[in-house]
């Protein structure tokens, strides 16, 4: 086999092996992503939680704003509850600033939509269709250290009990819970990875949301706690991913959720943070990350504060009294087409015939050899394509040669017989 020939081979394998990786990774193959992930050949890690360290977000004039442990970077945003909105523009160490874009309309508006609102009474969501709430840990490490003596124990942390008084409160109102405990340790970036499968799995249900608990883990337990009710809790914080084509869907989701919670208990969502990740959230325009308290709270105030906030779960979902149907159609962003899924669609389309065009070209040009050819081999292609399709001239059968000078007349009709004839007949002649 010549040269040209193996570049032809290898040129059509690589083209064809690129764009199946492509077709199966942006369509959301999830064997596929956990086998690649596995060996980090794509890095689908989620920047996360930092181990003894967080960050400090300030404004433009030094005022802190908020604090974490995740990794910050330029581009993130935070709502607060009032709806001021800040985009991080510069990250050094273990400190970002912030800068006030102004007051975000979306969570004016939905403070005094649920704050004119009363919230209904929600009873036999049980016999609702597709009205259930799907809640999962990705991290089931997490632990409160006043009491469970330690921030972190692997597979069975404090974090399950968190999660346990969201389902209890939820079912004590009637809603129907798929809780699935499915460890994910151990606690790193590809955590999320892991629990993707526990996620898919639970979105076969077909849930009306799906909730990704955790904690925080900044060691002052004041800047969570707080007295709302009479009750010592701890706030929460919502988390949305930015690297997520539904993401716009998400936040507005987001935006409801702490808008109609805070409503009923006031500021028990301290903000929203739109973090770089995807937190598995382009699963439903329904998923969210929330934070109950930090690891220095006790258990007690993240699952009193998280019990609070699922008073609100029903009211946003539309799962209330008389409702009809799919509760999960009538969330923010889910009516039909879910809001940021026709984007996300044609972007991974787009992709993929963008790489499609550029392989393409590029095992023309490996098989050409030079540029020159390369034009050569597609203007012949298209001549040969314009002469497959396109008409054929029609026979000439009727010709009048009374037209033009110095031709004879040719019959309409050539009949076979007749000329055999007519061959013979002359043949006599010229005979005799």
């Known amino acids: 086999m010549n040269g040209s020939k193996l570049r032809i081979l290898f040129g059509t394998l690589g083209v064809l092996a690129l764009l199946l990786l492509v077709a199966f990774y942006s369509t959301g193959s999830l064997s596929l992503r956990h086998a690649l992930a596995m060996p980090k050949l794509f890095d689908r890690g989620t920047p996360d939680h930092l181990v003894d360290r967080f960050t400090t977000i300030v404004d433009e004039q030094g005022e802190m704003l908020s604090m974490m442990s995740r990794t910050v970077f330029i581009g993130d945003q935070l ?24 007051m975000d309309p979306q969570i004016v508006a939905y403070n005094e939509l649920y704050g004119n609102q009363v919230a209904p009474v929600t009873t036999n969501l049980a016999e609702q269709k597709n009205s259930a709430i799907a809640i999962y840990h990705s991290h089931t490490d997490e632990s409160y250290v006043p009491s469970d ?8 942390g404090g974090i399950y009990q968190v999660g346990k008084a969201l389902v209890d409160k939820l079912q004590g109102r009637g809603v129907t819970v798929n809780y ?24 076969k249900s077909n849930p009306a949301a799906i909730f990704d608990i955790h904690r925080d883990g900044v060691p002052d337990p004041s800047y969570y706690r707080a007295t709302v009710d009479g009750k010592q809790i701890a706030k929460l914080r919502l988390v949305v991913g930015r690297e997520n084509p539904r993401m716009d869907a998400n936040m507005d989701f987001a935006k409801r959720m702490m808008a109609a919670a805070n409503n009923m208990h006031n500021q028990v969502v301290k903000e929203i943070f739109v973090g770089k990740g995807d937190y598995n959230q ?4 329904t998923a969210l990350l929330i934070e109950a308290g930090t690891h220095t709270n006790t258990k007690e105030e993240a699952a009193m504060g998280i019990a609070l906030f699922s008073e609100a779960v ?14 999960a159609a009538q969330a923010p962003g889910a009516g039909g087409r879910p809001a940021g899924a026709a984007g996300g669609a044609g ?7 963008g790489i499609t065009i550029v392989g393409g070209v590029g095992f023309l040009l490996i098989s050409s050899g030079s540029w020159e050819n390369a034009k050569k081999r597609i203007s012949g292609f298209g001549r040969e394509f314009t002469s497959f399709f396109g008409p054929r001239p029609a026979a000439r059968k009727n010709v009048k040669l009374d037209e033009a000078p110095g ?17 013979e007949t002359k043949d006599d002649i010229t005979k005799d």
């Open 347 to 353: 972007r991974a389309l787009a992709w993929i015939l």
């Open 149 to 156: 003596g330690t921030e972190s124990i692997p597979f069975k």
């Open 407 to 423: 031709h004879r007349k040719v019959p309409e009709e050539q009949d076979p017989l007749a000329n055999k004839a007519l061959k």
């Open 180 to 203: 699935d405990e499915t460890p994910h340790d151990p606690h790193d970036n590809n955590a999320y990875v892991r629990s993707r499968r526990t996620a898919a799995n639970l979105m």
């Open 79 to 102: 709502y607060t509850a009032e709806g001021r909105s800040y985009r991080i523009g510069r990250v050094e160490g273990d400190q970002a600033e912030a800068q006030f874009l102004g």
């Open 314 to 327: 029903p009211n946003v979902l539309g799962l209330a009294a008389g409702t009809t149907g799919n509760p």
């Open 282 to 285: 382009d699963l439903t325009p």
